[in-house]
Structure formats: structure tokens, C-alpha cells
């Protein structure tokens, strides 16, 4: 499952790696609505949408219980997180659920802690506890492959791929873990020498926007990006391996020149 949260327009945003489904709904009150009282929070009409079915908790050590409602139904399923200061009984919370409930689709919707019918004191919470609330949703009602929590607890992470015979590689946590201490794209890259960068723009794997991305944090002033509009992620078809060598071709004539 995935949810549905603090941002700035609403949108349907498919997940099938993880077989559910994520919407996301904008800022609805302002700042100074924080630490307004629970009961001056939600307006008349809001009550009256609630539905009468009771309110389930989920129970979590050292952390407030968080108030849910849970619509069993196949995969993708759907979790409506609510947007700021606002509870799971709102109109569009609702119409997802009768919307899912008619397609037979899962649903979960759930209040924040300290909104709504979840314990806890507004007062005291931010966003990042607000965070915390939607992982513990995801990994304590969710049914089926959720988020990394299953990495964590498995240790390795089959990732489909079509390129393996068993149809997934099977890629350890540890590489997982130790691989966000290389990431490239936050900041400049510290290469001066000629970069050539090639890529298929039928590349279903890594998409080929992202070697544009590199090429514009690349410090070197001398960058081509290559784009094979028929190319995979393999490139190993005989026009794109001559690319490759004539490529590397003229990389060597010009490093042959700069160095006399």
C-alpha cells in the first residue's frame, strides 16, 4: 500500500512494484490552525460525513494509538493519508472508500496522531512524527510486499527484472544500505576529464533523462549525452556497440592530442 498526503494537488500515482496506489491531496489550513483545539479543529460538515462504523486502533509501544478504518478487497490497494490537520472522515477520504468498495479494491484511511480520533496531543506533533504514523500504517495494516520494512526484515530484495532467467534479481540490503553513501545528484561532480555518455531511450531500467542529469552536475566542460531512440537498457545490438567504439574512438584522439 501507499497513501495519500501533504502535497500541493491531488493525483493518482500508480505503484506497481509494490501492488498499491498513492494520492495526494494539498496544504488545506494555515500554520496558525497547528495548535487549534481538537474540537474547534473539525468543521459541522465534516462530522456529519462520518460513517457510523466502528473506529479500529493501531496499537503502537511508546507512540500514540492511531485511529483507522480498514476496507478489505484485492490488490492494488489504496491508503488515503490526510492532508494537513485534516482526519480520515473528510468527503474526499470517503469517496475513495466507496469508490474502492465498488471496484472490491483494499482501502485504508487513518488519522494522524493527535487529529481526530487517534491519541496523542497536537500540540506536540510535527511532521516528522507525522511520517512515523504513515510507515506504521503501511507496515502494520498493509497486506502484501510493503515499502523497505520487508527489506529490512528479509535482508535482500528480489527486484523483477527481465534480463535475469529467474525473472528477479535478488539484490542484498547491505548493498541497498551502502549505496545511499554514493549518491551523485545532490551536487557537483568532480570529473574534468572529456565524458561521454550514452544511453537507449527505450531504457525501462534506468530512465534516459538521468544521464542528462549527470552530464549537468558533471564539473567537465567537455559532456555529450548520446540518446539511441531504439536502444534498451543492454545496448549490445551492432549499431549500438559501433556507437560505443567510435565513440571510444574519438575520446582517444582527443586525449592523444591534449597530451601532445
Not at 39 to 53: D, L, N
Not at 184 to 208: A, F, N, Q, Y
Request: aromatic share 8%; charged share 25%.
Amino acid at each position: 500500500m501507499a497513501g495519500v498526503g501533504l502535497a500541493s494537488v491531488a493525483a493518482w500515482v500508480p505503484s506497481r512494484r509494490w501492488g498499491w496506489a498513492a494520492v495526494t491531496f494539498g496544504f488545506r489550513h494555515g500554520l496558525s490552525m497547528l495548535l487549534a483545539r481538537k474540537t474547534e479543529r473539525a468543521p459541522q460538515w465534516f462530522r456529519a460525513c462520518r460513517h457510523k462504523t466502528s473506529v479500529s486502533f493501531l496499537s503502537r509501544p511508546d507512540l500514540p494509538n492511531l485511529a483507522y478504518k480498514r476496507l478489505k478487497g484485492k490488490s492494488p490497494g489504496i491508503i488515503f493519508i490526510p492532508g494537513y490537520i485534516s482526519n480520515m472522515n473528510g468527503t474526499k477520504a470517503l469517496a475513495i472508500e466507496e469508490f474502492c468498495k465498488s471496484l472490491g479494491h483494499a482501502y485504508i484511511r487513518f488519522d494522524y496522531s493527535g487529529v481526530g480520533n487517534s491519541d496523542g496531543n497536537l500540540e506536540e506533533c510535527t511532521v516528522g512524527k507525522w511520517r512515523k504514523d504513515v510507515l506504521s500504517i503501511i507496515d502494520g495494516l498493509a497486506e502484501g510486499p510493503q515499502t523497505k520494512k520487508e527489506i529490512e526484515m528479509k535482508g535482500v530484495w528480489p527486484m523483477p527484472s527481465k534480463y535475469s532467467e529467474e525473472g528477479v534479481y535478488r539484490i542484498q540490503y547491505s548493498v541497498i544500505k551502502e549505496a545511499e553513501h554514493h549518491c551523485l545528484l545532490h551536487s557537483p561532480i568532480p570529473v574534468t576529464c572529456p565524458v561521454r555518455l550514452l544511453h537507449g531511450m527505450k531504457d525501462d531500467s534506468v530512465p534516459w533523462h538521468t544521464a542528462v542529469q549527470v552530464a549537468d552536475r558533471v564539473v567537465s566542460t567537455d559532456v555529450d549525452v548520446i540518446l539511441r531512440k531504439n536502444s534498451d537498457h543492454r545496448m549490445k545490438e551492432k549499431a549500438d556497440i559501433q556507437l560505443l567504439v567510435y565513440t571510444i574512438d574519438d575520446l582517444i584522439d582527443k586525449l592523444s592530442t591534449i597530451v601532445h
